[in-house]
């Protein structure tokens, strides 16, 4: 009784009292109970019942183990000495330099500073909280291991979540595995099947299925690579790239080899500076493709080699060998752009060299060509077409009997106004300044004025549904004089299916067209990344010291 000393295989025990029963090779401690292996373990506790022959001590109440890098507090704790870990399964919390862990059981292994926690598990700093059901935890590195759902909640700013990877809290660096995403809270998102995040440094990387999602926009870029910079919201995705706006019913899908997002912020000439900065939007997302865009949406479709997409307006513009298909009706010109109000399409632009075309019967078409063209839609169709400058038209009419074409009139004027009717076919066209034209039976036209300057059908290029965006198609194609091509190419059926978004997506987004993909973890040439390949590889030299 009082200053009890035990020794065994070098560990000491110091107690109050104990009863030691040498037949069993074992003894029970009572009061200020303390465990010393070496200079390095220190346990602590009100009570121990130690059974030497199989080296388990089992403490209770008030236990304290310290390892000098670590503690860990709990009421029941198991030590098994042989095997060197120290269990709990009553609720335990482990305490090092920056974290504080809780779980309900756990093991902890001194001897390499590794602790496994399970059921309800809360890791916390003075940063971020770590929520999980099960959790490996180095003391040393700092470093979580993630190997079930986990979520990370930095307070009014981030969350991340993940299945599977690891969390270095110390540099805030990570590698998420299993259906990870992480989200910002003004509706930033990404998403991927291996995610790579530099919290510090605001920096994310994704490969195989990434979605950068911006919730509020109502926009989202997807592909098989994604980049993305939180400082100016910078972003950049390829393999099979798609853009999907769909802040409306009929969503948009854009497709191009690269797509780029960043953001402007936007401030009013007009406005003096108190308004402009009580103004809440005052920040609006740019969207751009390279190279062979194609973009599909039920009532419009499109190519060009690049598109720029602004959600402060809603506006696309299309340049470089633009091409524009609305029902019957193609356009071209220099510079396209589709103007969107309310949600819904509300009219066209294009620039220079302006010129549309829909086919009547065989090798006729419609035509209207001129310097500008504004095109203005009602209820998503054409309903009105302003050409402005060097107007000229060709038109064939029907017989209002039997539906026949009966004649063409041809005509040039400054300016033209063009009217459609519901049956998406000309109704009038009104010419109001110094025009002139020429009228031909059907039998007497003239082969030479059928068709305008420009002129081209490039009907084989249109993409026919949300997976046809990917088809690619040589960059010049012969101008096609007949209706019956359009025909062979939108008679072709698709068989690709969409594919499905993940379970754990908590918002509405439109399903993806499926592409041919790589299966491999590669980043694309030209996208090298010093910064996340130095985070895989300090993690790997930090789990193996």
């Known amino acids: 009784m009082g200053n009890v000393v035990f020794s065994h295989d070098g560990v000491y025990l110091y107690c109050d009292s104990a009863y030691f029963y040498e037949a069993k090779n074992s003894f029970d401690a009572y009061g200020n109970v303390l465990i010393q292996q070496g200079d390095t373990l220190f346990v602590y506790a009100d009570e121990l019942y130690y059974d030497g022959n199989i080296k388990l001590a089992r403490l209770r109440y008030n236990v304290l183990m310290d390892n000098l890098t670590a503690t860990l507090e709990t009421d029941s704790l198991n030590y098994d000495r042989a095997k060197n870990v120290g269990y709990y399964f009553d ?18 292994y001194p001897a390499n500073n590794t602790a496994v926690f399970r059921h309800k598990v809360k890791l916390e700093n003075n940063r971020f909280v770590m929520n999980s059901d099960t959790l490996r935890y180095n003391t040393d590195s700092k470093i979580a291991s993630i190997v079930g759902p986990t979520t990370i909640l930095y307070e009014k700013e981030t969350k991340i979540y993940s299945e599977y990877g690891w969390y270095n809290t110390q540099n805030e660096q990570s590698k998420l595995l299993l259906n990870s995403y992480i989200e910002h809270n003004e509706g930033k998102r990404l998403e991927a099947d291996t995610l790579f ?13 990434v979605h950068l999602i911006d919730l509020k926009k109502k926009v989202s870029l997807n592909g098989q690579y994604g980049y993305y910079i939180e400082k100016n919201e910078r972003g950049i995705v390829t393999d099979s790239a798609v853009m999907m706006e769909y802040s409306s019913p009929d969503t ?3 497709h191009s080899d690269t797509l780029r997002t960043y953001s402007v912020k936007y401030i009013p000439d007009s406005l003096p500076a108190d308004t402009i900065k009580s103004i809440k939007d005052s920040v609006y997302k740019i969207f751009e493709g390279f190279h062979n865009v194609r973009f599909y949406r039920n009532n419009i479709q499109g190519v060009c080699d690049s598109a720029i997409f602004s959600t402060q307006d809603s506006v696309l513009t299309m340049l470089n ?77 029907e017989d209002k009997a039997d539906g026949s074409l009966i004649g063409m009139a041809t005509t040039e004027s400054p300016m033209m106004n063009i009217y459609v009717n519901d049956k998406n076919t000309l109704d009038k066209i009104i010419v109001k300044t110094k ?46 004089n007949t209706a019956s091509e359009e025909k062979k190419t939108t008679g072709k059926k698709t068989t690709r299916r969409d594919k499905t978004g993940k379970n754990n997506t908590p918002h509405t987004v439109p399903s993806l067209p499926t592409a041919t993909t790589s299966t491999t973890m590669i980043r ?20 193996k010291k």
């Open 91 to 108: 609720g335990g919390v482990i305490r090092d330099s920056l974290n504080t862990l809780v779980s309900e059981t756990g093991h902890y």
């Open 197 to 209: 995040y530099d919290k510090k440094n605001g920096k994310g990387e994704g490969f195989k299925n």
């Open 252 to 254: 948009l899908f854009l």
């Open 321 to 397: 060998k633009p091409i524009v298909w609305s029902e019957k009706r193609q356009i071209t010109g220099d510079t396209i752009r589709i103007f969107q109000k309310d949600e819904k399409l509300d009219r066209i632009l294009i620039n220079d060299k302006a010129f549309a075309t829909d086919s009547v019967e065989q090798k006729y078409f419609n035509q209207l060509s001129g310097k500008q063209m504004i095109g203005y839609i009602k209820n998503d169709s054409l309903r009105k077409i302003d050409i402005l400058g060097n107007a000229q038209s060709v038109y064939f009419f």
């Open 435 to 480: 025009p002139s034209g020429n009228l031909y039976p059907i039998n007497q036209i003239d082969q030479s004025k059928i068709y305008l300057p420009n002129y081209s059908w490039q009907i084989a290029l249109r993409p026919l549904s949300k997976t046809d965006i990917f088809r690619r198609t040589k960059n010049a194609i012969k101008p096609t």
């Open 524 to 543: 694309p040439s030209g996208f090298d990344n010093p910064d996340i390949d130095n985070m895989d590889r300090q993690k790997n030299n930090q789990t």
